[in-house]
């Protein structure tokens, strides 16, 4: 069992950065790939990217790449998800999940999910 906790949201404008954690309680966290996704009003959950044990793999959705950063730090049990240049766009709810060697962007194929950050971002 893995429990996810995400923090770092918050409202921001067009144009900042923020930096998204998310804090895994497993002791075999450093096994497991990790993924962020969002979801914002109205929408169906959208894949963000992951990342594989070691950190050595990334994968972004293609609208994505190069604004976004997914990175882990197995000392500390923490994935994270650096967001550049955000537009009000980008704005949702956004989770953190984690697989026993999942790799895909499809929500469902994820094993554990935290509660969510809400990511606002003003125009």
């Known amino acids: 069992q893995v429990q996810l906790v995400e923090s770092g949201g918050g409202l921001v404008q067009t144009g900042d950065s923020l930096r998204l954690s998310c804090a895994a309680s497993?002791?075999?966290?450093?096994?497991?790939?990790m993924a962020w996704f969002r979801q914002a009003p109205g929408k169906e959950r959208e894949f963000v990217a992951c990342?594989?044990?070691?950190?050595?793999?990334?994968y972004y959705t293609d609208s994505l790449k190069g604004r976004f950063t997914i990175s882990r730090d197995t000392a500390k049990n923490t994935v994270y998800l650096q967001m550049n240049s955000l537009h009000p766009e980008d704005t949702a709810v956004y989770y953190c999940?984690?697989?026993?060697?999942?790799?895909?962007?499809?929500?469902?194929?994820?094993?554990?999910w935290g509660q969510g950050t809400q990511v606002t971002v003003s125009s």
């Open positions: 497993s002791r075999t966290f450093s096994t497991y790939t």
């Open positions: 999940a984690a697989g026993d060697g999942t790799w895909s962007s499809r929500a469902n194929a994820w094993d554990y």
């Open positions: 990342i594989n044990w070691s950190g050595g793999m990334t």
